[in-house]
Nanobody
Framework: QVQLVESGGGLAQAGASLRLSCAGSGRTFSLLVVGWFRQAPGKEREFVAAVNWNGASTYYADSVKGRFTISRVNGENAVYLQMNTLKPEDTAVYYC?????????????????WGQGTQVTVSS
């Protein structure tokens, strides 16, 4: 079993940066794909980014490409989402998720484990 704990959310002005952290526990965490998703009120959960088990491959939604960076440090059992040049439309609850390998990384149904979410609010 895997447990995920997210942190780093908060309030930021447009153009500022935030760094989200996902701390994983469990024997298999380092072998799993980890993704970040976000959900704004009244909207469906949206894929943001994913990273494979060794950090060698990353995948981003077009809406965040060039602004957000996902990374992982296996020695720390942690995955990060560096968010730069934040926009008001980035406002959402951000979730960390983990699961086995899948060719459809943008599908939240492919992830077996989820964190509790952390709120990110970007003001104009």
């Amino acid at each position: 079993q895997v447990q995920l704990v997210e942190s780093g959310g908060g309030l930021a002005q447009a153009g500022a940066s935030l760094r989200l952290s996902c701390a994983g526990s469990g024997r298999t965490f380092s072998l799993l794909v980890v993704g970040w998703f976000r959900q704004a009120p009244g909207k469906e959960r949206e894929f943001v980014a994913a990273v494979n088990w060794n950090g060698a491959s990353t995948y981003y939604a077009d809406s965040v490409k060039g602004r957000f960076t996902i990374s992982r440090v296996n020695g720390e059992n942690a995955v990060y989402l560096q968010m730069n040049t934040l926009k008001p439309e980035d406002t959402a609850v951000y979730y960390c998720a983990a699961g086995g390998f899948s060719r459809t990384l943008e599908d939240p149904g492919k992830y077996n484990y989820w964190g509790q979410g952390t709120q990110v609010t970007v003001s104009s």
